[in-house]
């Protein structure tokens, strides 16, 4: 059964504003997360990040920032397609609206929030979903901490192998900031973005680098190199933003033709002039007729009967020839271009003429095509 021009329409503009709703929420997260999250496009690869920062958050007893992202934001979250990214609307809605995703259908959201509520509200979830082990392990911990067992006393000391006083040879063994490789400051620079990459005021590489220096100073006695520390941190929070640029960026397309230009001699190849169909379509002087029949070639056009519902309003009722509209088409290369989008116009424009000549009120137009970027539809009305 095949849709209408005008439901297929609709099913574009959906998928468009899907699309558009995704990078809301990536750039969101982006804002509030900073570098760390910054490791794709896809909004689903970015939330499964932002999870890992606010799992870390939660086992360094960090405060997750509740109201950092903006609410709205995390309700279209909330009804993403995609059981991530609404987790991480589940960890960080306001507990009233995160009451709602209780009922969500992945045990991974529903979790996240019952986290965050009451026993008696969670003891009812359990009820609606008794297959849900880790549901269920949640439901009983809140029932043990809100009958007042007292939670284990968190350790803020660093743990020291040799006690209050160094045994043997121990103290005998003295570790240089030469012995440590660069491979370990890449590793100590990666944990440090990890952790702090998502400051909201920034400038904060200088400010740990010089505290983490201090610290180790006086708990190992090894003084550390901070600038190559802090020259780490910066590789770091760099790698992650041409990450997220990806090979379509400018710099990397310049360093790849760069790459590719010279031969083993060094000597620059010559390079062939690709030829464009569609533009030598739009530049060449085709008549009306011929133009329609060229261009219904390259882009693969497929027509159809009029439609009953305008037929009926056809002048030339003593024409023989069924007149077949254009239903959809292929562009050449698979991506839309000012150049396709001029030869289409053109096109549709012609398609018009030669209806009007011929005293048929129709009017032909195009747009986007619900099967993919590399479609284009057309939509038939009276004029």
């Known amino acids: 059964m095949h849709l209408k021009l005008e439901e297929l329409q609709r099913v574009a503009k959906k998928t468009i504003k899907e699309e558009q709703k995704s990078a809301t929420i990536r750039d969101e997260f982006f804002r509030v997360f900073g570098p760390p999250v910054m490791v794709s496009k896809n909004c689903e690869r970015v939330a499964e990040v932002v999870n890992e920062q606010l799992d870390l958050f939660e086992s360094s007893g960090r405060d997750v920032q509740h109201g950092a992202v903006k609410t709205s934001v995390l309700v279209e ?19 009233k609206m995160a009451a709602r995703l209780l009922n969500d259908p992945s045990s991974s959201v529903r979790c996240a929030a019952a ?26 911990q809140k029932k043990l901490n809100e009958a007042g067992l007292p939670k284990p006393k968190e350790v803020d000391e660093p743990f020291d192998m040799y006690g209050e006083e160094p045994l043997g040879d121990a103290v005998k063994t003295k570790v240089s900031d030469k012995d440590l490789p660069d491979s370990w400051y890449e590793r100590l620079a990666h944990k440090l973005c990890s952790s702090y990459g998502g400051n909201l005021e920034g400038n904060w590489e200088e400010v740990i680098a010089t505290r983490v220096v201090a610290s180790h100073y006086s708990t ?4 550390l190199d901070r600038e190559k520390l802090l020259k780490s941190i910066f590789k770091c929070i760099k790698d992650r933003e041409d990450a997220v640029l990806g090979e379509g960026s400018l710099k990397s397309i310049a360093a790849r033709l760069l790459k590719e230009s010279y031969l083993e001699d060094g000597v620059l ?39 009953a519902g305008i037929k009926k309003y056809r002048l030339g009722e003593g024409h023989q020839v069924e007149t077949l509209v254009p239903v959809n088409g292929k562009i050449p290369g698979g991506s839309m271009t000012s ?45």
């Open 77 to 95: 979250a909330s009804i993403s397609n995609s059981a991530v990214v609404r987790k991480v609307a589940a960890r960080l809605l306001p507990v």
């Open 115 to 140: 986290k965050r509520l009451s026993f008696d509200i969670v003891k009812e979830t359990v009820k609606k979903f008794p297959n849900d082990d880790q549901l269920r392990s949640i439901a009983r």
């Open 220 to 223: 190992t006695g090894v003084k």
């Open 269 to 307: 190849p010559i390079l062939e002039e690709r030829k464009d169909p569609v533009a030598d379509l739009l530049e060449s002087n085709y008549s009306t007729a011929q133009y329609i029949d060229t261009a219904e070639k390259l882009f693969s056009i497929r027509k159809s009967s009029v439609p």
């Open 339 to 383: 150049i396709v989008e001029q030869a289409l116009d053109r096109y549709v424009d012609s398609w018009n003429k030669r209806q009007a000549l011929a005293g048929e009120p129709y009017r032909l137009s195009w747009g986007p095509h619900a099967s993919g970027i590399d479609m284009v539809g057309f939509n038939l009305q009276l004029k």
